[in-house]
């Protein structure tokens, strides 16, 4: 996989790729990651990207000619990959969205700042615009490295373990389980006994129905798209009928 980042901070992009699970993934060419600074391909003396707005009103817009000039430098006019723009007019990044990029051989983001970017840009260079969420941030670096993580980490062989990414909370359409790990006891908080019991059936069940539970309780708009068997049904209707009881077990 093939990603390229145009950037007018790649100071900001880089350490992150530095470190960690993502060094370890481009050490190991699982992935490549090309970060190109915009201001470089500024021919004025003074490496100016922003301009004010036609129009008037407040804030900066960013200039079109050095971000088609370091895009068609890299990726060749048209781009030879997609060009995603982050923005929060894009549409929503999803677990669905970092699973479709996954499937890519290479894509490129563009990380724009100020106030926006000359339309221009959105229009006739871009093919893809994604937002990160309902907040504005003040660039486009933060979204670029949580697509980049997101998409990593679906990568074969980018994570530790062999059977690929965990089936988790957002690849089944469920909240995961709570987690412990030793000592069984800490400040008197116990583990649930179920998880110390050694019955695999036992656990998986307890599991699956901590994930009911919490997604129901957290984010009952998840259970609508999620896959459930009969059994899960069944608990829901329980919990809905108020015959469960929902504290955590050391608060009863
Ligand atoms: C840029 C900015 C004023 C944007 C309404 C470039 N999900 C997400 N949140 N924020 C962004 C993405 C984002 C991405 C790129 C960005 C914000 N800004 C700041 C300022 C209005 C804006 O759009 C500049």
Not at 84 to 97: K, W
Not at 148 to 163: E, Q
Request: net charge negative; aromatic share 6%.
């Amino acid at each position: 996989m093939q990603i390229d980042v145009f950037t007018l901070l790649p100071e900001v992009i880089t350490p992150y790729l530095q470190a960690s699970i993502m060094q370890r993934a481009i050490q190991r060419k699982l992935i490549a990651i090309q970060v190109h600074n915009i201001r470089d391909w500024t021919t004025d003396r003074h490496h100016v990207c922003d301009d004010m707005p036609y129009g008037g009103g407040g804030g900066m817009v960013m200039k079109p000619e050095p971000i088609f000039a370091a895009v068609e430098a890299v990726l060749g006019a048209p781009p030879a990959c997609p060009l995603i723009l982050l923005t929060p007019q894009g549409r929503l990044f999803t677990q669905a969205v970092a699973q479709e990029l996954a499937s890519l051989p290479r894509f490129a983001l563009l990380a724009g700042r100020y106030e926006g970017i000359d339309e221009r840009v959105h229009q006739h260079l871009v093919s893809d615009e994604i937002s990160i969420g309902d907040y504005v941030l003040t660039g486009g670096e933060l979204p670029a490295l949580v697509i980049i993580d997101a998409v990593a980490r679906l990568l074969p062989g980018v994570l530790g373990d062999p059977d690929g990414a965990w089936d988790d909370s957002h690849a089944s359409g469920l909240l995961e389980y709570p987690h412990y790990t030793r000592p069984p006891e800490f400040r008197g908080w116990r583990v649930p006994e179920v998880l110390l019991s050694g019955d695999h059936g036992r656990i998986a069940r307890w599991r699956r129905e901590q994930s009911l539970l919490r997604t129901w309780q957290r984010r009952p708009d998840l259970l609508a798209k999620a896959e459930l068997s009969e059994m899960d049904r069944k608990f829901l209707s329980r919990l809905q009928a108020g015959e469960i009881p929902t504290a955590p077990e050391d608060e009863r």
